[in-house]
Nanobody, 110 residues
Framework: VQLQASGGGLVQPGGSLRLSCVAS????????MAWYRQAPGKQRELVGV???????QYVDSVKGRFTISRDNDRDTMWLQMENLQPEDTAVYYC?????WGQGTLVTVSS
């Protein structure tokens, strides 16, 4: 399993970003996929999980702002992030079947 995350960058507070995670070594259509993040000096935390049928759940701090989606035909998962805040600054990782992607850095700053 290999996971390639991308889409991070610098964004101002209130801005948006869309992260992508492309998985290879699958197929993964019958497994859950997840996004985690690790802020500087903090432990890695779960952001949200999407099941094989597309149902997603989120940590309270991102509910209403973040949306996880997936395309099973392309083994790809996305994280759409809206109204980003400085506390969302972190390295974001995708996680599938016990494997981690390399992470993509999101920095929210004015």
């Amino acid at each position: 399993v290999q996971l390639q995350a991308s889409g991070g960058g610098l964004v101002q507070p209130g801005g948006s970003l869309r992260l992508s995670c492309v998985a290879s070594g699958g197929p993964f259509r019958r497994v859950a996929m997840a996004w985690y993040r690790q802020a500087p000096g903090k432990q890695r935390e779960l952001v949200g999980v999407i099941t094989d049928d597309g149902s997603a759940q989120y940590v309270d701090s991102v509910k209403g702002r973040f949306t996880i989606s997936r395309d099973n035909d392309r083994d790809t998962m996305w994280l759409q992030m809206e109204n980003l805040q400085p506390e969302d600054t972190a390295v974001y990782y995708c996680f599938v079947l016990g494997h981690w992607g390399q992470g993509t850095l999101v920095t929210v700053s004015s």
